[in-house]
């Protein structure tokens, strides 16, 4: 093999290599910057903010009229919709004074219409509790499955 086409292949590799594409900085994933991933993520940083300021009204803006969610269990008694997302999170709040919400993106799938992101997190909150204020941590993986509706992703399971 020549030298110049040794010096030609490498020179290929190496713009392959550089050519692909660009990611999405600061995640422990590696992302792809396109549309969708930035609006999936800010999906997720408007979900953290609204959770940590208790805001209901804007949790629920976030999700489907489709949304349901069985809880992990096979028990229909803990399963509740749309309709019950309102009461979930007022029930959910009821004790709960100061709340610190950390999200970690393990993975982000794109299939047209809709998407699921699988996300660690680590819940820090202040509970009042018949024995007094009591600080509790939650610290688990779980997935929200999305779809889009009208140009916007909407979360159909996993808040």
């Excluded at 030298?3 to 713009?15: D, G, K, N, S, W």
């Excluded at 999700?63 to 009461?87: Q, T, V």
């Amino acid at each position: 093999m020549s030298t110049r086409t040794v010096v030609f292949l490498t020179l290929a590799v190496l713009c392959a290599a550089g050519c692909g594409p660009k990611l999405i900085p600061g995640l422990d994933v590696e992302l792809a910057d396109t549309p969708d991933h930035r609006a999936l993520l800010d999906l997720m940083a408007s979900f953290r903010k609204s959770y940590e300021s208790k805001d209901i009204d804007s949790l629920v803006g976030l999700a489907s009229e489709r949304f349901f969610e069985d809880c992990g269990s096979p028990d229909a008694a803990d399963d509740y919709g749309y309709e019950g997302l309102r009461k979930h999170f007022d029930e959910h709040f009821k004790r709960i004074k100061k709340i610190q919400l950390n999200l970690s993106i393990k993975n982000v799938r794109v299939e047209k219409d809709s998407a699921t992101i699988d996300y660690h997190y680590v819940t820090r909150y202040l509970m009042d509790l018949p024995a007094g204020e009591q600080w509790k941590i939650t610290d688990e993986l779980n997935r929200m499955e999305l779809a889009r509706e009208g140009g916007a992703w909407k979360v159909t399971s996993g808040m």
